[in-house]
């Protein structure tokens, strides 16, 4: 695999991103990887799909990808589909025809767009063999990955209403909405890579009353309401900033990064892979989490009555953001930045100084130093929002890390120079031309 190598020592390298035609993304430009995963997460937002939805399209497109060019290019284990490609094929049509099946078959509505991307990602290789036969081995391994999780449990969904829920520590609708919690079957629903969504299940919540419980409660009630004296001005803009869906701030670090660091299409495709896979096995570990523990939100606990009864119409402490309609425990921001920063920090070190983009109206590009800084600022700005708890942040992300760790070493893998001697595979670069 021409891999990217990364020093030991501390790098940085200055990412300045133009602005987008979409405000959830940054128009980077690396190679067909990183655009079919601009185009992609820019069609689950027009799709109007929430994390979850979006971020198992972003993991299936990935896969698509990964394990199309991988049957070209021979450079790491498969994900599923494991069929050699004839030869010549060309590993770039390959990739733009996966992607594009998969997104077609969860958008058709969205169509003629993804054919128009299509075709200018085809028109960059000259017609001939290699070309047909790279969107044959597109079209298998998209068709092979839907397939796969056709059943996964992803739908139909199932709200959860709560209803007459109002016992001390239990969730309930939320204002202002007072929405059903969304996607209760998410726990559920067939991880991509590990065995089951409960494998790295947190602890229970601290007990209401405890002084952990207490303290985290003081923490948001001070820095995370709509008119708090304490909270810095930096810190308002970091609750809006990452307000918007998490998977959209790791894929634009890694479309970045992509770009910083030169990475082939092998190498994109792969790392691509790996961030969404884990992307969307923290969003199903966190939901298993979730409505297990069916933790309040900090504005229903300070809101509400000793018995845990809400009488006040939540009168007395309003947050600064509004509180999404699903459990407290754990945060989902947390786990799914802190998750997809495992995968990143491993292909690109920390430290990498990159220019990020946001959905939230009105909030300007923010900058961070290191990928550890994302992390952290992510975490801590659901407590500035006024949306979650420290522990809550504290425990998301070690899910998050510790499902990565587990991805990592059980998902797609490179394969070394001497397993794919030992294959019978070419070592050398495939021709994407017809000879």
Do not use: C
């Not at 399209?57 to 698509?64: C, L, N, P, S």
């Not at 007072?178 to 007990?207: H, K």
């Amino acid at each position: 695999m021409r891999h990217v190598s990364v020093s030991k020592l501390k790098l940085r390298v200055v990412l300045l991103a133009a602005a987008a035609s979409l405000l959830w993304s940054a128009a980077v430009s690396a190679d067909v990887i990183t655009d079919w995963n601009l185009i992609t997460v820019n069609a689950t937002k027009t799709a109007g799909l929430n994390t979850n939805l979006g971020s198992r399209v972003d993991a299936i497109e990935a896969i698509a990808v990964y394990d199309a060019v991988n049957s070209i290019k021979h450079f790491g284990t498969s994900y599923h589909y494991n069929v050699p490609a004839p030869e010549p094929a060309s590993a770039e049509v390959a990739a733009a025809q996966a992607a594009h099946d998969v997104l077609v078959s969860f958008f058709p509505a969205q169509e003629p767009s993804l054919d128009a991307s299509l075709a200018s990602s085809l028109a960059a290789v000259p017609d001939g063999t290699a070309k047909s036969n790279g969107i044959t081995v597109g079209e298998s391994a998209a068709a092979d990955i839907l397939g796969l999780r056709a059943s996964d449990g992803s739908s139909p969904d199932v709200p959860y209403p709560a209803t007459g829920i109002t016992g001390v520590g239990q969730w309930r609708p939320t204002p202002p909405a007072f929405a059903p919690g969304i996607d209760s079957q998410w726990g559920s629903v067939t991880p991509f890579v590990l065995n089951v969504a409960n494998q790295f299940r947190p602890q229970a919540p601290p007990p209401v009353g405890s002084h952990e419980y207490e303290e985290a409660l003081n923490e948001v009630k001070n820095i995370g309401s709509a008119t708090s004296t304490i909270r810095t001005v930096d810190q308002t803009h970091i609750a809006q900033f990452y307000k918007q869906d998490a998977e959209l701030t790791v894929n634009e670090a890694a479309r970045l990064l992509a770009v910083a660091h030169g990475g082939s299409i092998e190498n994109n495709a792969f790392v691509l892979a790996l961030v969404d896979i884990v992307v969307a096995d923290a969003r199903i570990a966190i939901w298993d989490t979730k409505y297990t523990y069916k933790f309040w939100r900090p504005v229903t606990a300070l809101n509400a009555n000793p018995d845990g009864t809400v009488t006040n119409s939540y009168a007395a402490w309003t947050p600064l953001i509004t509180t999404p309609a699903h459990p407290e425990y754990v945060s989902g921001h947390s786990g799914t930045v802190a998750a997809a920063v495992v995968i990143l920090k491993k292909f690109y070190g920390d430290y990498n100084t990159l220019t990020l983009h946001t959905t939230t109206a009105g909030e300007p590009a923010r900058t961070v130093t290191s990928l550890s800084q994302l992390a952290s600022e992510n975490g801590l700005s659901r407590i500035y929002g006024g949306i979650h708890y420290e522990f809550s942040n504290v425990r998301g992300q070690r899910l998050g890390r510790e499902l990565a760790a587990y991805d990592l070493e059980h998902g797609p893998r490179e394969e070394r120079r001497h397993d794919r001697h030992e294959r019978g595979d070419s070592d050398s670069d495939d021709d994407d031309r017809d000879q």
